[in-house]
């Protein structure tokens, strides 16, 4: 009898059943579908209605101004707002994919709203050409619209995501002087080229507009004009309804798949697709339900319709009632037809007989034995597409009676009972009345659960998404934040510190939160009080302190930066403070914290060094000061112009002797002023020389060089000048001046030089000055001077002379010295023998 009871309210077209499911009794009162604009989101989305200005409708005890309202699908008031808009008419509003309301005017405006009725910012239009012409009709589809001007032209916004409308190919010479009879949509998804596709019920015929192209389709069996057209969901299908009171259905090539004519030529005022298997027709009070079959099943109303496509049927919006009308799942309609013999259908009946305590149920068990698992899935899946939730549980219990009689060798999932059970106990929470989302359970797959519980945190319905959240086992972190963040926008009156007590009690239960975006959300809420209290809670320090700083807490995030020990966070915070406060209080600031400070300071040695000067000098800091002057005089010097007698190195010269006078101020760094002040003596010394020689050679080279230099120009008198300011040593003077006067080879005032007294640092240099120079002849004048006579032989046998070089080794009498002589000889066979006589002459004598 159970079965008669269920499928006695289905009805039969072709040898396919359908069934028309009462979801809700309406909760709204005084509304009249006839007299507003509708626009109902699928996957038992809002419901927003706003009275329709194109029509003369009476007033009752409402007010002239018009209200958008927004209700859920069961007719519970979500929220509402007055419509102010300027433009015109409105002449269509959509929900897209992410419940964003979308509403179209006359010139062409898109204004956008939340599912809470607030107005998103910023508002578009479909372009000057839109506003020109006005708009006339428009088509959605997930998200995006296609246009139509009164001047025929086509504008498309192809993802309301990112806006950016565009204008299709011009149907215009196509369509003579009439608008189109009917318009309609290929999804870019399912088109080849990516982009939508138009269809326009043009005179006798349709033609297709993309982009770039208008097409007239070629076709016999076409029927026109059409008065309807309405593309399936897999976008493969189209249904077109033709003057004659023909429904056609063809593929996408317009190939005739099956027609139906219908008892009236009128054109339906909607259409639309019921699945994949049939289309519903509905015109005044008659809903027709049109499918291969040459009879249709029929619905007659007393009150208005809209029709809202699902992916597996049709939802039916009344005054009063909405209704869901589906094809029979194949699994309900093997149990519940009238008649049926099958596996599940003995099973449930099994059941009844258990329950009954009858001995028929194990008879039907042992008829089923061997089809069990079908039967079970049978069971489990016909209860997913059950609304009663008493019908669900009997269908569970029978899948669960039919599973313990499994054998041991079934390969049944047993888990897909409690797999059921979860999901079914999801739909039930949101079908309810008060939350209004009434999911059936391909909907429910196709929406996904991430998806819904999202839905479910913008509608506000923060205490069942937590809960659905932690059931299904996701990240509640999501709804716990949108839910502070929405009790901060609704709690004005409540104060701070009571608040943040409210907040961190619901905050806790999601380890790893972040407590800084909640902050932010205070602080841009106008309670940066709350945003301070609520930060100190964030364990992440590169989220803490960005937002301290947008709140105004620099010494704060000052703090935190530095305990973190991130240069990155540093740096950040410093550049915030420095571009914000004064320098002295900056300075304050950084002073007492040693990390910050370094971090300035290293920053600052490269970048900034004015700034970095005036923070030394406010700490006391003045041989810090010194260093980056005489650094300065370094970097100074690289400029090519100040070497050359510019105005440039007088201030380099400045530099250095103010580093001296600092340096002078601290007893600690006597050598540095000792060499800042003869720096700077040297290079005004310097300085003077180029300008009277005219040679930019002497800047920047030591004193040594200077002096060599002088020497190699003939100016001797400024090479004594700069021993005796230097306090240059003898033995340093005779050095360089030797190699001087070898170097320009003026050999005259060498040997001069030589006589004027004994040198100090005898005359070994000027042998190897000679020598350096090639110039033996030279070097012979001063080799008998040397003293020892190992220098002497050596000498020798570097300009050649074996035979003096043997009598001065004989001398020294030193066996190892005439050994290195001889190697030095190893090509000249005379000098050789040589030196081994005289080392036989010392071996004999007993000299080593």
């Given at each position: 009898m159970a079965n008669v009871s269920v499928a006695a309210e289905w009805q039969l077209l072709s040898n396919r059943f359908y069934r028309k499911l009462e979801i809700y009794q309406m909760r709204w009162k005084h509304v009249?579908?006839?007299?507003?604009?509708?626009?109902?989101?699928?996957f038992g989305g809002p419901i927003a209605i706003i009275r329709d200005d194109s029509k003369i409708v009476q007033l009752y005890s409402e007010s002239a101004l018009r209200k958008l309202r927004i209700f859920n699908s069961a007719g519970v008031l979500i929220s509402e707002t007055i419509w102010k808009h300027p433009g015109g008419r409105l002449i269509g509003m959509s929900w897209t994919d992410d419940q964003t309301l979308i509403c179209i005017v006359q010139d062409g405006t898109i204004y956008r709203y939340n599912i809470n009725a607030e107005c998103l910012e910023p508002n578009y239009s479909m372009g000057k050409e839109c506003f020109e012409q006005n708009v006339v009709d428009c088509v959605f589809w997930g998200n995006g619209v296609v246009c139509l001007t009164e001047a025929g032209k086509l504008f498309c916004v192809a993802d309301f995501k990112d806006i950016k409308p565009y204008k299709l190919a011009d149907p215009i010479i196509r369509m003579e002087e009439?608008?189109?009879?009917?318009?309609?949509?290929?999804?870019?998804?399912?088109t080849v080229s990516g982009n939508v596709v138009v269809l326009l019920g043009v005179g006798d015929g349709i033609v297709t507009v993309d982009d770039d192209d208008v097409r007239q389709v070629e076709s016999d069996d076409l029927r026109g004009p059409v008065q309807k057209l309405a593309v399936s969901h897999n976008g493969r299908i189209l249904a077109r309804f033709t003057h004659d009171g023909y429904?056609?259905?063809?593929?996408?090539?317009?190939?005739?798949?099956?027609?139906?004519?219908?008892?009236?030529?009128?054109?339906?005022?909607?259409?639309?697709?019921?699945?994949?298997?049939?289309?519903?027709?509905?015109?005044?009070?008659?809903?027709?339900?049109?499918?291969?079959?040459?009879?249709?099943?029929?619905?007659?109303?007393?009150?208005?319709?809209?029709?809202?496509?699902?992916?597996?049927?049709?939802?039916?919006?009344?005054?009063?009632?909405?209704?869901?009308?589906?094809?029979?799942?194949?699994?309900?309609?093997?149990?519940?037809?009238?008649?049926?013999?099958?596996?599940?259908?003995?099973?449930?009946?099994?059941?009844?007989?258990?329950?009954?305590?009858?001995?028929?149920?194990?008879?039907?068990?042992?008829?089923?034995?061997?089809?069990?698992?079908?039967?079970?899935?049978?069971?489990?899946?016909?209860?997913?597409?059950?609304?009663?939730?008493?019908?669900?549980?009997?269908?569970?219990?029978?899948?669960?009676?039919?599973?313990?009689?499994?054998?041991?060798?079934?390969?049944?999932?047993?888990?897909?009972?409690?797999?059921?059970?979860?999901?079914?106990?999801?739909?039930?929470?949101?079908?309810?009345?008060?939350?209004?989302?009434?999911?059936?359970?391909?909907?429910?797959?196709?929406?996904?659960?991430p998806v819904l519980i999202g839905r479910l945190i913008n509608a506000h319905q923060h205490l069942l998404a937590l809960?659905?959240?932690?059931?299904?086992?996701?990240?509640?972190?999501?709804?716990?934040?949108?839910?502070?963040?929405?009790?901060?926008?609704?709690?004005?009156?409540?104060?701070?510190?009571?608040?943040?007590?409210?907040?961190?009690?619901?905050?806790?239960?999601?380890?790893g939160i972040s407590y800084a975006a909640v902050a932010a959300h205070a602080d841009k809420s106008g309670r940066r009080k709350l945003a301070a209290m609520l930060v100190e809670y964030e364990s992440r320090s590169s989220k803490q302190i960005p937002l301290l700083l947008s709140i105004g807490e620099e010494d704060t995030a000052l703090t935190k930066a530095t305990e973190s020990g991130d240069p990155d966070l540093v740096y950040l915070v410093l550049f915030h403070i420095w571009l914000k406060r004064p320098a002295l209080e900056f300075f304050g600031t950084i002073q007492a914290r040693s990390f910050a400070r370094d971090l300035f300071i290293t920053y600052a040695r490269s970048y900034k060094h004015e700034f970095l000067k005036d923070f030394f000098l406010s700490t006391g800091q003045l041989q810090d000061v010194a260093f980056l002057l005489w650094k300065e005089s370094w970097e100074l010097g690289k400029n090519p112009m100040a070497s050359k007698g510019s105005p440039l190195h007088g201030p380099r010269i400045k530099l250095i002797e103010k580093a001296q006078n600092l340096f002078s101020e601290t007893k600690e760094h006597t050598f540095e002023s000792k060499a800042a002040e003869e720096h700077a003596k040297l290079l005004r010394i310097q300085h003077e020389l180029e300008v009277s020689t005219k040679q930019a050679i002497f800047v920047d080279s030591s004193i040594s060089?200077?002096?060599?230099?002088?020497?190699?120009?003939?100016?001797?008198?400024?090479?004594?000048?700069?021993?005796?300011?230097?306090?240059?040593?003898?033995?340093?003077?005779?050095?360089?001046?030797?190699?001087?006067?070898?170097?320009?080879?003026d050999w005259d005032a060498l040997e001069k030089f030589s006589k004027e007294k004994r040198p100090p640092i005898g005359y070994r240099p000027f042998v190897e000055a000679c020598i350096d120079a090639d110039e033996k002849g030279e070097a012979l004048k001063y080799i008998p001077k040397l003293g020892d006579p190992r220098e002497r032989a050596e000498a020798y046998a570097r300009i050649g002379m074996a035979k003096e070089a043997a009598d001065a080794a004989s001398q020294a009498k030193d066996g190892e010295l005439l050994g290195r002589l001889k190697l030095s000889f190893a090509q000249n066979t005379a000098a050789s023998s040589i030196f081994d006589t005289l080392r036989d002459r010392l071996s004999f004598q007993g000299v080593s």
């Open positions: 009249d579908l006839s007299r507003n604009k509708v626009a109902c989101a699928p009439e608008l189109p009879h009917c318009m309609a949509v290929i999804e870019p998804q399912y429904l056609v259905m063809s593929n996408m090539q317009f190939d005739t798949i099956f027609e139906y004519q219908c008892e009236s030529g009128l054109p339906p005022e909607q259409m639309a697709w019921c699945g994949l298997d049939s289309v519903l027709l509905y015109r005044d009070d008659m809903l027709l339900v049109v499918g291969p079959s040459e009879y249709c099943i029929s619905y007659i109303y007393d009150e208005p319709v809209i029709l809202i496509p699902e992916c597996d049927g049709v939802r039916i919006l009344s005054n009063t009632t909405l209704e869901f009308l589906q094809r029979v799942p194949d699994s309900t309609e093997s149990i519940f037809k009238i008649g049926s013999t099958s596996p599940a259908s003995l099973l449930v009946d099994a059941l009844d007989h258990f329950d009954r305590r009858s001995a028929k149920a194990d008879e039907n068990l042992r008829l089923i034995r061997t089809s069990l698992p079908e039967a079970v899935e049978a069971c489990v899946d016909a209860a997913g597409h059950e609304f009663d939730v008493s019908r669900q549980r009997t269908l569970l219990r029978a899948a669960s009676y039919g599973q313990a009689f499994f054998g041991f060798g079934s390969n049944f999932q047993r888990d897909c009972i409690q797999e059921m059970c979860k999901t079914l106990r999801v739909l039930n929470a949101v079908r309810d009345f008060v939350i209004g989302v009434p999911l059936s359970i391909q909907q429910y797959k196709s929406l996904t659960a809960r659905l959240s932690e059931y299904l086992g996701m990240n509640q972190e999501v709804v716990i934040m949108h839910w502070a963040c929405s009790k901060i926008t609704a709690s004005l009156a409540i104060p701070d510190a009571t608040l943040l007590e409210i907040l961190l009690d619901k905050l806790k239960i999601c380890k060089d200077t002096i060599r230099t002088c020497i190699v120009l003939g100016n001797h008198r400024a090479a004594m000048k700069v021993k005796t300011e230097f306090k240059v040593s003898e033995k340093r003077w005779y050095w360089l001046k030797v190699f001087a006067l070898a170097t320009i080879r």
